[in-house]
Each structure stands twice: as structure tokens, then as C-alpha cells.
């Protein structure tokens, strides 16, 4: 079940970052965060109302709100900030790619806070997951006409993608880790997602608040089609995805859901093609493969 959790969980995340990032050219990835949030909230609580009973879980400790709360934030709130705006500049399959560094960041953290070991073979194997990720992000790029990415044509915004789409696996790998903390106790992974979605909700629209921002998201919704991007994209990647990946964390070994859930670069290559028309060359899919193979073998080994 958990492995099963783990592969439909990078089916839907590969949909879900060609749907934003089309919709955050239309209207700006801050624009997307903030309504999409709104969308997994809506779909995630009348789901978890039909299961349960209720909309929200409220009778859960306070204990497990505040790590799951803090996931929220971490994950959804900042690290998606970063990820969203990624999509745009550099495009979804090397956004994706440069997420591919999650499990060495989460067994780098392992090893700095916990005090876990290390086995050699481990550390070839994270030296083999950024090897194959800084090869393919090394390659020179290519403008893809009407379609291609700020990035392919400016050194200084592919960077920029770079540093962001890193700030992406930051806040999903921590996400990640402080979820764990609140899934103890067979905690129902539903329930757990509906919290995360919601704190997250709360805090990203406080802010946008607090930056005066409200009424300029309202008018830039009014684009349908961005709507409509949007609203599948919450679908597949907040609700459904995220759902997913909750049980993949808790039903499956860590190794073995990670990897499964490592997959959105290989399954974003014949996808980004498709939508953006983007050339992918066999040094970009050679270089995937060996950094997903890297990246296997951390938790597996």
C-alpha cells in the first residue's frame, strides 16, 4: 500500500508542476501558492468530512498541530514559495531535478542533529545524486521559442532558478522531517494532511494581509484559465499528492517511499516536452538517471 502511495504520489506531483507552472506565467507563482492553498483546504476538508465526520481534526493534541503546523509552514508556506517561482524560471523537469537532493539533505540532517551514521557507500551514493544533478544543470541551455524558460537565455535568472528550486528541496526535506514527528501513533495521514494544508492556509494569506496583496490576488484570479490550471493543479498535488505521500511516509519504509517518490525528473521528461517543447537531450536524461540512482541508493543501501 505504502509503495503503491509512493509511485501515484509522483504521478500526480509530475502533473501538478506542469499545471503551476503554466498557471504562474499567467499570474505569478506567489499569485498560485496563496490559491491553491485555498483549493487543497476546500477539497482536503469536505473529503475528510465524508471519512470522518468532521472537516477538521480538532480533538488532535496540541502536540502533534504544532509539528504538524510547523510542517506546513516549512514545506508548504516557504519551501513552495521557492518552488512555485522555480517552475517559472527554469522550468518544471530541472525544478524537479534539483529536488532530486532531498534525501541527501534529509541524511545530512539525520547525521548533523540525530547523530546517525553514516555509511561509506551512503556517502559515494549522495556524491553520485549532486554529481548527476550538477552535470545536467551544467549543460549549456537552449531557447525553446515561444515556450522556453526566463532562464534559458539569461545566465543571472538561471541561477536564480537554481538557488530557488535548492530552496525547494530545503523546505520539503525539513517539511518532511517535522511530519514525521506528528505522524506517531498510527495518526491518520488524512488528517495529518488537512492540518498541514490548513495552518499553511492561515499563515500565507496573514501574510499576504499584512503585505496589503489581498486585493491584487482577487483581480489576477479572475483569469479562467489560470483558475482552472490552478484548481486541477491543487488536485493533483495538494490534495490527492500530498494525501498520497503522507501514507507512502507512514505505511512505507523511509528508503523505499523516498525513492519511489523521487521519480517526477524521469516522468517530467517526456511531460515538459510535451507542454513546453522542450528539447531534452541525452546528457539531460542520462545525468537524471544517475542522480535518481544516487539518490535510491541513500535509502536503500
Known sequence: MGELAALATSVLWSF?????????RRVSSPVVNRARLVAAVIFLSLTHRVVTGQFWPLQAEPQRWLWLGLSGIVGLVLGDAALFQAYVLIGPRRTQLVMTSVPVITTAVAWLWWGEQLAPLQLVAMAVTIGGIAWVVAEPRHVNGVRGFAGDADRPTYKLGLLLALGGALGQAFGLLLA????????????ATVMRMLVAMVVIWLVTAAQGKIRRTWQRLHDRRALLLISGG?????????????VAVQAAPVGIASTLMALPPILLIPLSAWAFGERVTGRAVAGTIVALAGAALIFLL
Open 234 to 246: 491543487a488536485l493533483t498535488g495538494p490534495f490527492l499528492g500530498v494525501w498520497m505521500s503522507m
Open 16 to 24: 501538478t508542476s506542469i499545471q503551476f507552472t503554466l498557471a504562474g
Open 180 to 191: 514525521r514527528q506528528g505522524l506517531g501513533d498510527d495518526f491518520s495521514p488524512l488528517s
